[in-house]
């Protein structure tokens, strides 16, 4: 059985930094890639970033471009989404998606893209 279990949400201040990780277990992704999405109160979930796991290749949304940095350690079997210059308004709860199948890094911004999920952690960021 696949597991995603993230780790590293928080309290913040605005202007901060966290670094969130997700350690698959079960399997590696190795041929696939990974994703970060995050669901604000009352909004849809939306894509954050995305790497190829093999490649390195990464693609992130317009609106962390420049502050996040997703990355994965193969040697940890673990992805990581490190966040800078934290906003108010990128407080959600975060989740780490997997999928053993990579097309292409534009498909990666669409949830539907992926089978495995964790559970989520929370980021708040205060002002």
């Known amino acids: 059985q696949v597991q995603l279990v993230e780790s590293g949400g928080g309290l913040v201040q605005a202007g901060g930094s966290l670094r969130l990780s997700c350690a698959p277990s079960?399997?590696?992704?190795?041929?696939?890639?990974m994703g970060w999405f995050r669901q604000a109160p009352g909004k849809e979930r939306a894509f954050v970033a995305a790497?190829?796991?093999?490649?390195?290749?990464?693609y992130y949304a317009d609106s962390v471009k420049g502050r996040f940095t997703i990355s994965r350690d193969n040697a940890k079997n673990t992805v990581y989404l490190q966040m800078n210059s934290l906003k108010p308004e990128d407080t959600a709860i975060y989740y780490c998606?997997?999928?053993?199948?990579?097309?292409?890094?534009?498909?990666?911004?669409?949830?539907?893209?992926?089978?495995?999920w964790g559970q989520g952690t929370q980021v708040t960021v205060s002002s």
């Open positions: 998606a997997g999928t053993l199948i990579f097309l292409n890094i534009i498909v990666l911004r669409d949830p539907d893209s992926y089978r495995y």
């Open positions: 790497i190829h796991w093999s490649g390195g290749s990464t």
């Open positions: 079960g399997r590696t992704f190795s041929n696939g890639a």
